[in-house]
């Protein structure tokens, strides 16, 4: 983890900026209104291969794989990669035996799509990435599309979850949410100062001598970035339970130069993932005792390991349907308290039969009663980019 590495988070100074300005140039070519329908797309893909079963591992099943399959997609590598991705990413944060395998994996597939872009480029971040005026080298390239890709995984894995897990388990956060008081986006601020996806940050080493909060600091001493200790310093938030809503001053994404340049990517797979969720399962539930629940911790991060759920069995959306020609349900049918499973219309088959094909029902737009949109959904649509 301290290991040197030729990327921006190990920089400073004028080869820091040389290797960021690389990163944010080729961030700004990206069609962030496209990406929040990739968004939507994958998450209702997850959905549909859980919403048959009725129970679900929130953390191993929608989670971990949402960021890296929208991730992927920004990259341009194949969707094939994502399984195996996300194998390998919890490898390496977890640091088991086989986490250096792991890497090795991660590196060698990052390595051949920057040689293939280098040698056909098209649009996407990886391309941008190597046009840049900085001229990375193919291993500074490939150093950095592993940093945004383990980046986006774990932290925003974790937001998700812990989105998903206060939703479940605080009745008031979930009534704040189901009665409009507070929207997805407000839900998924106050987790990020309350439970930040990098607790810490670590690889600081001072300079020179100095003092820092009232203590004294040596030249050579290795230093950590205490993100949760900051997000609840007195000085800054006196009150803990006083509501954060349109407060973003919290230091979940850092702060000062090396401050996460993919915050944007990050709030919009955890804003349209969650919203996806709650919208298609509305009753779903804790299928355990909050208490059952269980975490892995490293020096960076709490982790959830599962979050098992259940809700009422429904069948699966077109999820091939062309953009702008899906108009999302109204929410009508939020749970505020402990639901008993919905009935919903049934598939064709039986419930009680195995499940049904994967692939998703095609619905006939012909037979669907054409209705006019009104000037609100219109706007919805535009905004959320579906
Ligand atoms: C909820 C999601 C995310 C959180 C909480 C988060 C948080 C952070 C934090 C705390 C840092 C360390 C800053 C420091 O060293 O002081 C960081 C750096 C970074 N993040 Fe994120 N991040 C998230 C998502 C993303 C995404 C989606 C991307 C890419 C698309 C990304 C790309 C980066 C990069 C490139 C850096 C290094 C910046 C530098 O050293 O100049 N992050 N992030």
Known sequence: MFTWQPMCSFAEGAEHQRLRGAVTGAMAGLDHRGIRRHINRYSNRLLNDICEIGRADLVGQFAEHLPMMVMLHVLGMP??????????????????????????????ALTRHVVRRRAQPEEDFTSALIAQPAQLTDDEVAAHLRLVLIAAYEATANLIANVLRMVLTDPRFRAQLSGGQMTVPEAVEQSLWDEPPFSAMVGYFAK???????????????????????NVDPIVRPDLSANMQGNRSHLAFSGGPHECPGQDIGRAIADTGVDALLMRLPDVELAVDERELRWRSSILSRHLVELPVQFGKRPPQDVTARPMSHV???????????????????????????????????????????????????????????
């Open 208 to 230: 020179q001598d100095t003092q820092l909060g009232g203590q004294q600091i040596k030249a050579g001493d290795g230093l950590l970035l205490g993100i949760q200790p900051g």
């Open 79 to 108: 969707e094939e990669y994502s399984e195996r991705m996300v194998q390998a990413a919890r490898d390496m944060i977890k640091g088991t035996e086989t986490a250096i395998a792991s890497n090795a994996y991660v590196m060698e």
């Open 328 to 386: 999302p349900t109204p929410r009508k049918n939020w749970e505020v308290s402990s639901p008993m499973p919905q009935p919903f219309p049934q598939p064709a088959a039986p419930a009680a039969q195995p499940a049904a094909p994967a692939a998703p029902a095609p619905q006939d737009p012909a037979a669907a009663p054409v209705r006019r949109k009104g000037a609100w959904r219109r706007f919805l649509e535009w905004w959320r980019g579906y």
